[in-house]
């Protein structure tokens, strides 16, 4: 089914366009006997309908923190 792009030029949005997923600024630290260790600082990203996302990054660099 076709997006209605008069209607969104109309400011009515298409609901299937609503995001999926959305975050802004998310952060992760653990405790340490030496304090803090920050796993992520400042995340912020949208999915939409049909998109694909993947995190990425070298072994031990916190990819599963968004999940938890």
Known sequence: MAVDLRAVAAGRPDPRLAPVITTEGLGRSYDS???PVPALAGVTFTA???EVVA???PS???KPNPGL
Request: net charge neutral; glycine share 42%; hydrophobic share 25%.
């Open 33 to 35: 006997p030496s304090g």
């Open 48 to 50: 939409l309908p049909g």
């Open 55 to 57: 995190i990425m990054g």
């Open 60 to 62: 031990g660099s916190g």
